[in-house]
């Protein structure tokens, strides 16, 4: 006789099962929880003269425009540094380099460079960036203090760096799983490897950049470690914008040599060195709620951007 | 015979340590169909790779030996390899259609040599299309992904791309291993179209293929060529007992 009745139930699968559901859910309810409680508190505070106006009386009145202008300009000016390095990068050792010992020491510490603690970063970026670069420039130049001192750039260019193993990697994901059959297929038409990159390779692997930069760009908005140092005021209502002048006509540009406000910074000043708590707290939240907004719009940008591709690729 | 196109002498092929083909020497000819058969891992589709120096991507190849087109040695170290591509065609087992529209897809190879005109790109389209029997099913959409088509459909797109680029020789890696009757059909048809233009080379597994399409046949067995012949004596009249044992069906 078949045994076709269920004799007993498998007792490990269903409790495991249940462990593995009660984990995940307690994890969607943390979340709802920090989200619901960020945006009950903070939505109150949200208005137009908060997003579009300065702090004021000592940051327990007005807006926090500064934060958000400096947080885009910073974020914006990092992904103009990280991708073109990154995907050069990830380029070169996925399609050029070969599979030598130091070669893979490099993958591998590329790796590592995630890892390491963002506070680090900012020390690196400190003495790099600024006493060794910056204040290099200034005695090559000789520009008395121009270069050598906290700014935009500077904090961009380290958060660029701190960026720069996760857009490496995405980008090797990505270049990895374009399939081999294609680059045959370019190949046996004839195609040198640099047409096969440029024309089968990258065209594929774009979706897989554009994940790696949305990584990129929520990580560099959120981080307020590496910055400390390197141009995040405590207050500056000065938007760092300088006209950019030809002949009559200006047009005012971002200043990568100001220093500026930073809504990670922000949020971690108003929590520990607030003159008064309970007028601060509200700002606090909607500041974060803005942090959150802001993230996520830069992500949605960038999702946006991905569907495009991938729908330009036939693969939906 | 026909005049020779392909020649190869002593040709042997390391990856690393294993060596995958031995002592290989055979006259391919011209504007005709040459079959090579024999069971997995025998070298074939590896030898097939030699003549358009598709190993030469892969690390840990080596290669020793000759291997002359038109009497030109395309393992001499002033040989262009993009040029020589251009002049051997690859079809591969699998589609390999890139994730493009069926113009694009056909006018890749063109376009990469330089064909910027329009007008140009259009008639190379049509022509390589009509020659590979797929015009009347694609003249309608093609601006649409390629990746659309069918299986077959597909196939025969990867042979108007080849076509694109105006080969003398074309060679196909088992060109329908992965397709259903009719469209295996269809190929061994064009097939046979084709080898009034060009010279063929095909790998298959399929014995039946072999002896519906070509002219010639070769016989690999362990890295090594064991019989080549005309394939109506590979298959009628054999000469060793290896080849004889494999096309009846007896191994393999």
């Known amino acids: ?316 | 015979m026909k005049e020779i196109k392909i020649v190869t002498k002593d040709l042997n092929l390391y990856y690393g340590n294993k060596q995958a083909l031995k002592n290989i020497t055979l006259n391919i000819p011209d504007k005709r169909v040459t079959a090579f058969i024999g069971p997995s891992g025998c070298g074939k589709s590896t030898f097939l790779r030699v003549l358009n120096r598709m190993n030469d991507l892969i690390d840990n190849v080596r290669i020793e030996g000759e291997v002359s087109v038109d009497g030109v040695n395309i393992y001499d170290k002033n040989i262009d390899v993009v040029n020589l591509r251009k002049n051997i065609g690859m079809v591969f087992q699998k589609s390999n259609l890139f994730p493009k529209t069926i113009y694009e897809n056909i006018v890749y190879g063109p376009k990469i040599n330089g064909i910027n005109d329009k007008k140009t790109l259009n008639e190379i389209v049509e022509r390589t299309c009509v020659q590979s029997a797929i015009w009347d099913e694609v003249k309608d959409r093609l601006n649409e992904n390629a990746l659309s088509l069918s299986g077959g459909q597909q196939q025969r797109l990867c042979i108007a791309r080849a076509l694109a680029v105006e080969p003398e020789i074309i060679l196909m890696d088992e060109p329908a291993s992965a397709l259903d009757p009719i469209s295996t059909a269809k190929i061994e048809e064009l097939i046979h179209d084709l080898k009034q233009r060009y010279t063929i080379v095909i790998v298959t597994h399929n014995m039946q293929q072999a002896a519906r399409v070509s002219d010639m046949t070769a016989f690999f067995y362990l890295g090594e060529l064991i019989e080549y012949d005309r394939t109506t004596k590979i298959f009628t009249n054999p000469s060793k007992k290896q080849t004889e044992d494999y096309v009846t069906g007896r191994f393999g």
């Open chain 1, 1 to 316: 006789m078949l045994a076709l009745h269920k004799k007993k139930r498998d007792f490990v699968g269903t409790i495991s099962m249940w462990i593995v559901r009660i984990m995940f859910f307690s994890l969607v309810l943390a979340l709802l929880l920090l989200l619901g409680k960020i945006i009950t508190q903070g939505i109150g505070t949200i208005s137009f003269e908060f997003i579009f106006d300065d702090p004021k009386n000592n940051m327990t009145e007005g807006g926090i425009w500064p934060a958000i202008f400096g947080t885009i300009s910073v974020t914006f000016i990092m992904i103009l540094l990280a991708v073109p390095l990154g995907v050069c990068s990830a380029i070169y050792l996925n399609e050029y380099a070969k599979d030598t010992f130091f070669n893979r020491i490099i993958r591998t510490s590329i790796n590592n460079l995630a890892g390491i603690p963002s506070i680090v970063f900012g020390l690196f970026g400190l003495g790099f960036f600024i006493l060794f670069i910056g204040r290099g420039m200034d005695e090559v130049l000789e520009t008395g203090l121009l270069f050598g001192q906290p700014a935009l750039i500077w904090a961009s260019a380290t958060l660029a760096v701190l960026v720069l193993p996760i857009v490496i990697v995405s980008t090797l994901e990505a270049l990895n799983s374009v399939p081999k059959s294609h680059r045959d297929a370019s190949y046996g038409l004839g195609a040198t490897k640099w047409q096969t990159i440029k024309n089968v390779v990258l065209p594929q692997a774009r979706p897989g950049i554009l994940t790696g930069t949305i990584l990129a760009v929520s990580r560099g908005a959120g981080e307020t470690a590496p910055i400390l140092f390197l141009g995040a005021a405590f207050f500056l209502p000065n938007l760092p914008v300088t006209d950019l002048c030809i002949g009559d006509y200006c047009i005012p540009m971002i200043n990568p040599a100001k220093q500026f406000m930073y809504l990670a910074y922000h949020i971690f000043i108003l929590a520990t060195q607030s003159s008064n708590p309970t007028k601060t707290l509200p700002i606090q939240y909607g500041s974060t709620l803005v942090l959150i907004v802001l993230t996520f719009l830069l992500n949605i940008t960038a999702i946006i951007f991905r569907y495009r591709f991938r729908k330009s690729l036939g693969r939906l």
